[in-house]
């Protein structure tokens, strides 16, 4: 019975019920809306290679300076743990925390998740059951603002530009863009409703 359901499909458009066709690789169409229906797509395993070099990438992050700044001949770096080390031991401790967990710890534990979610299926282990995996592959998915945080460096380092003699985007700030393209590649090839169910 349950494997019967798992052929059908519900049109979002109209609700109709249809059995799917695996057989064909045309793209099928709710016959009384005309409608596409979802393709499902076999597990691909891209979502998880990304999430890995989404990790790598960002342990190499870490190490190289976003951005370097001479001030008074002398020679700033900073990179982006020291960024947020830097605002704690100001005083910024509120705005440091909110900081490291949307800049740091989210989009980590987002690739984490994933890869956690491959490994348990691969090795058909249930330590986390689905539901909590999908609602906090979620929550990690929109606490995530690595992207605001470009942003906010470019825009720093337009207003920085003129205020001190040189500033300069360091390895850290390419390695950072490619990172960014990595966890929004796993995040857009994971298919949270393929793989762990609804
Ligand atoms: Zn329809």
């Not at 830097?86 to 509120?94: A, C, M, N, R, S």
């Not at 984490?112 to 592959?137: A, C, E, G, W």
């Not at 990690?140 to 920085?160: P, R």
């Not at 390895?171 to 490619?178: D, E, K, S, T």
Request: proline share 3%; with cysteine.
């Amino acid at each position: 019975m349950n494997k019967r359901l798992n052929n059908i499909e519900e049109c979002y458009s109209c609700g109709l019920f249809i059995e799917k066709d695996y057989k064909t690789n045309l793209v099928q169409r709710c016959p009384r809306c005309n409608s596409k229906l979802p393709v499902d797509k076999e597990l691909s395993y891209d979502s998880l290679y990304y999430a890995i070099s989404a990790i790598l990438l960002f342990i190499i992050l870490n190490i190289y300076p976003i951005i370097t700044l001479d001030i008074a001949e002398k020679e700033l770096k900073t990179t982006l743990i020291g960024a947020v080390l830097t605002l704690i031991e100001q005083g910024f401790l509120l705005i440091g925390l909110v900081v490291f967990f949307t800049i740091l710890f989210a989009p980590i534990l987002n690739s984490f998740i994933i890869i956690f979610v491959y490994l348990q299926q691969k090795l058909n282990l249930n330590i986390v059951s689905k539901p909590m995996l999908y609602d906090s592959f979620y929550f990690f998915k929109h606490w995530g603002f690595i992207e605001v945080f470009i942003i906010s460096i470019i825009v720093t380092y337009i207003k920085l530009i003129g205020m001190v003699s040189t500033t300069k985007f360091d390895i850290g700030f390419y390695v950072m863009l490619i990172y960014i393209l990595c966890f929004y590649l796993s995040n857009k090839k994971f298919n949270a409703k393929n793989i762990l169910g609804d």
